[in-house]
């Protein structure tokens, strides 16, 4: 026998095959430090290059900041800071930024802040569970890295972040829990914070929480512990309901209420939920996990020799069902696109479910064959390739929003700032506007004002006379969003046309003035004509004064 192939060097080959691959943990977690955040701080960089300052991808970032300065400087919860409204799904993430303000003051960049803390918080909890386990942290941390888009949930600003660390923690805590057979032992004060506060942080968390009780109930746990999960699921929300409810709002945020897909029922329910499936069918990320989240429960076995009949079943099955369930709910009642914020969550759960289901898989086994190896990691190279795809797509869209709002948004809150200080205006984005000026706001959508939402919710044929009647110096609106809602008593006196639109609603914005004031009607177009030159390069002006000068004619 050779030297080479003598047992001694096969077993020190093995030995320090072993200490690499209990080393690649910890390797893995310095290199995604490194990733998110110097990705993040990279791109945040190049914007303030371009654009002088960072701007925020999406208007709606623009509203939680609104309502936090509101909150934190004049005690109100609203785009306006006398005026209640319940314009925010994520009420947590506000009062967060919102106790920021108050600390340090008024500054745009405390929702970078805030979602850059939890992705790096992210990443430490998954490498302090995982870390003894290469290979189901390797599924966990791509999917949170590349699936769930962690560096673009970042840059966006919203709540995103905080609902990705939220609802990891959450099934990780469950599954600790549930091989503890749930009467082993306490789950301790993590799983009940964070019950209270994942659907606060957004109301979409409730599905996949209480997928995970009713999983508890299937199980086998105390009906006391199942009650109690409910209880502290349910109740910060009711509370939270009551108080927007004695506020003279609605017992969720408006947000929930004009984007509802089910306000007729029951037949719109079978045509969302088809959508929902063929919307997850032809959607590649969602495939791949997916396919690996259910074959993986089918070979993982319980591991729980005790557990016989149906329960035994609920145990090896529930937390895909979990995944799934989720899935299809959101796809059948929640949102979609837009930077990929709205189903960046359901990545992360289908991620932790899969690295649970594998790790179960390789728990009989001190260290995996290398087929089985072969076959993961050959399973990881695919989806990696697949998500890093969809992750650079993103992030290219992401370039091309940041100047968009900025040619937009950020314009018309320039333009109001500049020339219309303390004037009531009228518009259909509500956020930078709220946000930049001391306007009164004028909400034409519902985000931010009760009546309308009112209206569109119950009687929308008097919309147009409801607008009709409003006071306001100057509007700025999307035509194509009111085309079935004509206004009266209005004059067209400028659009601004933005290239190569990718985030906005549109890309001309409409601005009017009321027929009823001449005087009123030339000062507006004069501003108008003032602001054009100072707008960025490529934005299309056209001005018109022709109705303007036919009265002043007269």
């Not at 992705?119 to 302090?128: I, K, M």
Request: proline letters at 5%; a positive charge.
């Amino acid at each position: 026998m050779s030297t080479d192939e003598s047992p001694i060097n096969r077993l020190s080959s093995a030995l320090k095959f072993r200490r690499v691959w209990a080393l690649l943990p910890h390797i893995f977690f310095v290199c995604s430090l490194l990733w998110v955040n110097g990705r993040c701080l990279w791109h945040i960089h190049d914007v303030v290059r371009v654009l002088g300052s960072y701007v925020y991808p999406l208007d709606d970032a623009y509203i939680h900041l609104a309502i936090a300065k509101n909150l934190a400087f004049h005690g109100n919860w609203g785009i306006n800071p006398g005026e209640f409204a319940g314009a925010s799904s994520s009420p947590l993430y506000v009062i967060l930024v919102a106790a920021l303000m108050r600390l340090g003051g008024d500054a745009s960049g405390w929702p970078l802040f805030v979602n850059l803390a939890a992705a790096n918080f992210l990443a430490f909890l998954l490498w302090r569970w995982w870390r003894h386990d290469p290979v189901p942290y390797m599924v966990a941390l791509v999917t949170m890295i590349f699936g769930s888009l962690l560096v673009v949930q970042v840059l966006v600003g919203m709540e995103a972040s905080l609902q990705i660390l939220s609802v990891v923690a959450l099934v990780q805590t469950f599954v600790r829990w549930q091989e503890k057979g749930f009467r082993g032992g306490n789950p301790g004060p993590f799983w009940w914070l964070l019950l209270a506060t994942a659907p606060l942080i957004r109301y979409e968390l409730l599905c996949p929480a209480l997928l995970l009780c009713g999983c508890m109930a299937l199980e086998g746990a105390r009906p006391i512990d199942v009650l109690r999960c409910l209880l502290c699921l349910v109740g910060p929300v009711a509370v939270l309901g009551m108080f927007f409810w004695l506020r003279g709002g609605y017992f969720v945020p408006y947000t929930l209420l004009l984007k509802n897909r089910l306000q007729s029922f029951p037949e719109p329910l079978w045509v969302h939920i088809s959508d929902a499936i063929l919307y997850i069918s032809s959607t590649p990320h969602f495939m791949y996990l997916l396919m690996g989240v259910v074959f993986a429960a089918w070979r993982s076995g319980t591991g729980h020799s005790s557990v016989q009949g149906w329960r035994r079943w609920i145990r090896q099955y529930g937390l895909a069902a979990v995944a799934v369930g989720t899935l299809l709910a959101h796809g059948t009642l929640g949102g979609r696109g837009w930077l990929f914020r709205y189903e960046a969550y359901l990545m992360a759960i289908m991620g932790m479910v899969l690295a649970a289901y594998i790790k179960r898989c390789l728990v009989a086994v001190n260290f995996p064959s290398r087929s089985t190896l072969f076959f993961i990691l050959l399973y990881l190279a695919v989806v990696t390739h697949g998500l890093y795809r969809l992750h650079s797509n993103q992030m290219n869209i992401l370039g091309h929003a940041h100047v968009n709002i900025f040619q937009q948004q950020i314009q018309t809150a320039r333009l109001l700032n500049a020339y219309f200080p303390e004037k009531t205006i009228a518009v259909n984005d509500i956020g930078a506007v709220s946000y930049f000026t001391n306007c009164h706001i004028l909400d034409l959508i519902g985000l931010g004002n009760r009546t309308v939402l009112s209206l569109r919710l119950h009687a929308p044929e008097k919309l147009e006379a409801y607008f009709t009647s409003l006071s306001y110096d100057l509007m700025a609106i999307y035509d194509r969003w009111f085309s079935d809602t004509p206004f009266q008593n209005r004059t067209l006196i400028g659009r601004f046309t933005i290239p190569h639109n990718y985030i906005c609603g549109d890309s001309t914005v409409s601005y009017y003035a009321p027929s009823c004031d001449t005087a009123r009607l030339r000062y507006a177009f004069n501003a108008l004509r003032s602001f054009a030159p100072t707008l960025p390069r490529g934005v299309k002006v056209e001005l018109d004064d022709w109705e303007i000068s036919k009265r002043e004619s007269k």
